[in-house]
């Protein structure tokens, strides 16, 4: 019989992420073409629920179908979220869970992760989430082992993704488990995206807010160090440029920063090199020095430890578009050859 994934929709169920576990598991075929996965969504009581979008779901199931699911995935939703443990782990959410079965295997894509932390099935465990809310995730459960840099942790019968499009790797890597790659490799050329990711959810944090210099204290040296990240950045320069001593600068910075002088010029220069593989065509090389890492192993080294990824892959990934994209059907219109709009 195949194995039977119990989706469970709660209300504000985010769209997306409902949909990834029937695409992804319901693609999964034997070599006869036979269902590997039964895929069966279900809600609190067995009635509609809103989604993220404009319109709602109906469901065949309730909560029942949790006591014989052989893995039970909570999608994010509106009460999954960083508010879940406040206000919205009620009565009916906890009498639902309790239905699983022990050894049960459990899966989360983005904030679903709130509700099995916040059920305490995450205590002792390695756990994501969606990197924007890790910190309240952490404050609200300390217990569970966060590790907010990956995309996915798989901890045997209970497995949690990071936000969105994360789920998908998560789910292409549980039919790569249970089957193995071929399988996995299948579904992933029919739903057009790659088998496996290169790096974590760090390569996808948003940029540090700009440095004000107007403000008192270190910030005008901030702001001139950005400015000249392509050269050395002493210690005792950016001091001097703030009329402090090195003591006085160093624990200034850190009160105003939360890092040391050495850690924020290590991130603003990682962001520079960011933009620079982003929005130019210049070598990594070139990046290196422009964004003052020197040289491209160091660009590298830095990203590999900041971002987990190559410079190159970055570049692959994040790439900006060109001002005319190729037009569907039309790759002449960019001046492309026929054959060639890729």
Known sequence: MAHLVAVLALEGVIAF????????FGGAKDPAGRPLYEVATCTLDGRPVTTSADFRITVDHGPELLERADTVLIPASAVSGPAVADACFTPPLAAALARIRPGTRLMSICTGSFVLAAAGLLDGRPATTHWRYTERFARLFPRVLLD??????????????GGVAAGVDLCLHVVRRDHG????????RNCLVPPWREGGQKQYVEA????????????????WAVEHLDRPLALRELADRAGMSVRTFTRRFREETGASPGQWITTQRTERARQLLERTDLTVDQVARE?????AASLRLRLRGRLDVAPSAYRRTFRALPEHPVAAGNPTAAGLPAGRAS
């Open 17 to 24: 992420e409902l949909g990834i576990p029937a695409r992804i």
């Open 148 to 161: 907010p840099d990956v995309l996915y942790t798989d901890d045997g019968d209970v497995l949690t993704s």
């Open 208 to 223: 540090p807010s700009p440095v004000d210099s107007g403000g008192s204290g270190t910030a005008a040296v901030r702001a």
């Open 181 to 188: 790659s071929a399988v996995a490799n299948a579904v992933a």
């Open 291 to 295: 964004s003052g890492f020197g040289t």
